[in-house]
């Protein structure tokens, strides 16, 4: 690693020496040398957190992405005493710690390396800025790969990068740009089959170097704070994710209208173009539940107010669009415009809310209002004042917030300057230390506001900064993207990317954000976005004039758009399956093939497959006039989406792309569920449940997740877990279902649709019961009914 400030005896780097004393407290157990301590915390048999006091004193244990639900669950452990080392166990590891340097060997209980430090943990004063350097440097095993760190946008691989967290406004990014929006300091690692991760909880700016510098070692640093990460041992890289979503915490469930399709652009107005865009979808039988308004709407891009010529009555114009199934979100930046009769900012400045420099002076800084002021959303006093500010809106009818320009973003300086000064929660530092949260608190407050003043709905937020935890209030798209085949495949690395770092609630601007996609691009890119859990168009359409919506490329274009979006909308009850998953375990809802099969060497650099959910793999065209793509199928049997042909999986497979197609296989014995076609999420109440089941002859679990889709009362127990399993062989067709009811659907039955039966069916049998088959619209496919209640259905030839 490079030295970073000059070459006096204060900038060398400085290590631990010899343990002198240890001592065991609870869970705890902390290791001393002559200047350094070492505390290590057991959080479950997998979970060990890693927290060293370099001049022999620790700073304030204190997290903004912590849940405050993490559980403390050990099964067993202990520490034994050895003459080199001292050894903690767990039921599932062990943790060497070397008795002469405080070095670090993490093993399973057979002894198999899963990491291990180089120098370990050292540091060395920063002359320039103060405080110190902290680093920890650990050796790479001969084929290790690495993943994670959030909206990164580069090879899903990180082996031979460095990467750096530093939110960043990154207007037209391009690949491997660095750093971008997010601060996700989180990593896997996987070699020989183990997976682990690492997450380093610094808010300074942090670096992480995969074998860049040196090929063998893998090292990550922050310019500030502790040196203070918690390892997560899997082995399975799915166990892992799910483990570090446990610390940082599971999002509540969305509203259901927040997984249908969001149109956006930079603006819609005035109030008739907005009534203009929603008649188009709705005349046109396109899908959509959410329409966006940006800076436009506002009085002179004051937040909080509305621009009366734009919109003379906004209430009335939400509360006719949602008559039409629409929901409204609206936009809201941090800055706050420097006006004598703007009440925000009086109200403000009176309560000494908003960011000062080191002087005293107000930070003052350009953006769309022209002169502003940014609250300190570090100050939990802001924190609240900000969130009372949503009532107006809520009132008003609007749904959801966009917050944007919260890296924090400053025309010509780029952000705030390091001598900001800001609350940090009672601890008063400096920019640098608050700089990666910012956007997240500004969220965190937003979501907090809009859920006391829509309450009993259930909130939206979106926003363009974070850092690890946000996905405890926010959902969160990749910015300022560009029209291009190459960040089409961007939006596919970066959404697979965040959702292993925690943010699976993401998405891309559809089409890209800057520039204008031919029909083409825009039609592969809305293919795409129908697997990502947030699905918008959006587009800087205001500076060309040139239109992005699903209409705007002629008839050809829009009847594949229009088929994917209505796709979408059909499949709702497996997304909402997928996120509840996520939000009850942790479980990433995009899942890329290295978390799914790990022990396939080809799926450790696979980004142009992934897989949605537990039953759904999916690849995407990503370039023009491609007529068939090459894609990996894990091991095991996958069917072709839209014709039901079988894949042997463990092999890469050429599948045929025209245009009204995209590369999706269902896993063979899967169960996925959907609704009859709607036009927005609560346009009527289904009467029926599809359930398309694919034959297969391995046990396979399936899960389908009910609830009201709004409101809370899924917390009071008023939902339906239903879950399938099929245990078929060539000799007949087997399932059987388990199931807690306690929320009241409106459909009674179930339409069943079996794909790949070996043999033709002759008896079809549910609970006992002879059923009829239906004929069914598509080939090879036994299609019949069942009432909702039944227990196992047999299908013999």
């Known amino acids: 690693m490079q030295v970073e400030t000059s070459s006096s005896k204060y900038s060398e780097k400085h ?8 001592k065991k407290e609870g869970n705890y157990f902390s290791f001393y040398t002559s200047e350094t301590i070492l505390e290590i915390r057991v959080i479950s048999d997998k979970i060990i957190r890693f927290r060293y006091a370099s001049d022999g004193t620790f700073q304030r244990d204190f997290s903004y992405a912590t849940s405050d639900t993490l559980e403390e669950s050990p099964i067993a452990f202990g520490i034994r005493e050895f003459d080199e080392n001292f050894e903690i166990y767990t039921n599932c590891i062990k943790v060497l710690i070397a008795r002469d340097n405080l070095r670090i060997t993490i093993t399973d209980l057979d002894g198999k390396v899963i990491n291990q430090d180089e120098m370990g943990f050292h540091w060395q004063h920063y002359l320039q800025k103060g405080g110190k ?10 084929g290790e790969v690495f993943y994670g760190l959030g909206d990164k946008p580069t090879d899903l ?28 300091p989180f990593y896997y690692g996987l070699h020989n089959n183990i997976g682990y991760g690492i997450f380093f909880d610094n808010t300074f700016r942090t670096i992480f170097d995969f074998g860049k510098e040196r090929d063998n070692v893998c090292s990550f640093w922050a310019r500030g704070g502790e040196m203070n990460y918690y390892f997560i041992y899997g082995p399975e890289l799915m166990e892992v994710a799910e483990a570090y979503t446990r610390i940082t915490g599971t999002p509540e469930l969305p509203p259901m209208w927040a997984l249908g399709y969001h149109q956006c652009r930079w603006s819609y107005y005035p109030e008739k173009r907005v009534r203009e865009i929603a008649a188009e979808f709705r005349q046109r039988q396109i899908p959509c539940d959410v329409i966006y308004l940006d800076i436009d709407y506002m009085d002179g891009f004051r937040c909080f107010t509305w621009n009366n010529e734009y919109f003379p009555d906004p209430a009335k114009m939400i509360a006719d669009l949602e008559s039409q199934g629409f929901k409204v979100v609206v936009i809201i930046d941090p800055g706050i415009k ?6 925000i900012y009086l109200e403000g ?18 953006v769309w209002p022209g002169k502003c002021v940014f609250p300190d959303f570090t100050n939990p006093e802001v924190r609240d004042w900000w969130a009372s500010l949503f009532k107006g809106l809520a009132e008003t009818g609007v749904r959801g917030v966009w917050n944007d320009m919260n890296e924090p973003a400053v025309f010509e300086m780029g952000s705030f300057p390091e001598d900001v000064r800001h609350d940090y929660d009672g601890e008063e530092v400096s920019h640098r230390k608050a700089h990666n949260i910012y956007g997240h608190l500004m969220s965190k407050s937003t979501a907090a506001g809009l859920k006391k003043y829509l309450m009993p709905n259930r909130p939206f937020v979106i926003t363009r900064s974070a850092y690890a935890g946000a996905q405890r209030w926010s959902s969160v798209w990749t910015g300022d993207n560009v029209s291009s085949w190459e960040h089409l495949w961007l939006a596919a690395v970066q959404c697979q990317r965040l959702a292993v770092s925690g943010l699976s609630f993401t998405g891309s601007d559809i089409g890209g954000f800057i520039g204008e996609p031919d029909g083409e691009l825009y039609t592969r890119w809305i293919q795409l976005a129908t697997f990502h859990p947030l699905m918008r168009t959006h587009s800087a359409s205001n500076e060309t004039g040139f239109n992005q919506e699903p209409w705007s490329f002629g008839e050809k274009y829009e009847a594949v758009t229009k088929k994917f979006i209505s796709l979408r909308y059909q499949l709702l009850p497996y997304f909402y399956t997928t996120f509840w998953q996520y939000a009850q375990n942790g479980t990433p809802m995009i899942r890329p093939l290295a978390f799914v099969a790990q022990d396939e060497p080809d799926t450790w650099n696979c980004s142009h497959e992934f897989m949605f959910g537990d039953s759904l793999l999916i690849s ?14 894990p091991k095991g049997k996958w069917y072709s989406y839209w014709n039901d042909q079988l894949y042997t999986g463990g092999q890469h497979v050429t599948v045929p ?8 296989f269902a896993k063979a014995g899967s169960v996925i569920s959907s609704y009859p076609l709607m036009q927005y999420t609560s346009q009527h109440q289904p009467e029926e449940m599809i359930l398309d089941i694919y034959y297969g002859e391995e046990v396979t679990k399936s899960t389908l997740y009910e609830d009201a889709g709004d409101h809370y009362g899924y917390k009071n127990g008023q939902y339906n877990i239903i879950r399938f399993k099929q245990l078929s062989d060539p000799t007949q067709f087997f399932l059987k279902k388990k199931y807690f009811v306690n929320y009241q659907t409106s459909y009674n039955r179930y339409r069943i649709r079996v794909h790949g039966l070996p043999f033709a069916a ?33 299908i013999r030839p």
């Open 133 to 142: 350097i902290v680093y920890c440097s650990k050796l790479i095993p001969e």
């Open 157 to 184: 691989n990180l082996r031979g990068k460095r990467l750096e967290n530093y939110g960043t406004d990154a207007y037209g990014y391009q690949k491997d740009t660095d750093p971008l929006y997010r601060n996700i």
């Open 620 to 633: 995407f065209v990503n370039e023009a006039n491609m007529q068939e793509k090459d894609v990996y199928l």
């Open 338 to 343: 420097v006006d004598p009769e703007y009440n």
């Open 15 to 22: 290590y631990p020496d010899a343990v002198r004393s240890w």
């Open 762 to 794: 002759g008896t079809i049998l549910a609970d006992g019961k002879v059923i009829q088959p239906e004929l069914s619209t598509m080939a090879n496919v036994t299609e019949f009914f069942t009432d909702k209640g039944f227990e196992n259905i047999i």
């Open 349 to 366: 400045l009176k309560n000494n809310y908003f960011c000062k420099r080191a002087d005293g002076a107000l930070m003052e800084g350009d």
């Open 657 to 664: 792309t025209p245009l009204e197609e995209m590369p999706l």
